[in-house]
Nanobody, 125 residues
């Protein structure tokens, strides 16, 4: 049974940092691209970052480029999202997802096969 579990969310002040983790199990992570998505209240889901199965390609939304970094450790079945210089508009539920893809990655939610439940990130003073 494929499973993705996010952790690391919480309340942080503007300008602060958080590191989200995505623990995976029940499938071979090496064969999957991983994406991070977020959904703010009253808004649609946004794909903010993705990383290819081998970790040699990443892609970021313009809104987070230069502030967020996605990485993965296939040996530990973990994927991470380092978030720096956080802004109030980054407040959302953040979810990781897995797409069966051997080469690139895309930030399109309909392409993803497995999803985590999400973790809340709140940026507020």
């Amino acid at each position: 049974q494929p499973l993705l579990v996010e952790s690391g969310g919480g309340l942080v002040q503007p300008g602060g940092s958080l590191r989200l983790s995505c623990a995976t199990s029940g499938f071979t992570l090496d064969d999957f691209a991983i994406g991070w998505f977020r959904q703010a209240p009253g808004k649609g889901r946004q794909g903010i970052a993705c990383i290819s199965a081998r970790g040699d390609m990443t892609n970021y939304a313009d809104s987070v480029k230069g502030r967020f970094t996605i990485s993965r450790d296939n040996a530990k079945n973990m994927v991470y999202l380092q978030m720096n210089s956080l802004k109030p508009e980054d407040t959302a539920v953040y979810s990781c997802a897995a797409e069966a893809a051997s080469e690139a990655c895309v930030r399109v939610d309909t392409m993803y096969d497995y999803w985590g439940q999400g973790t809340q990130v709140t940026v507020s003073s």
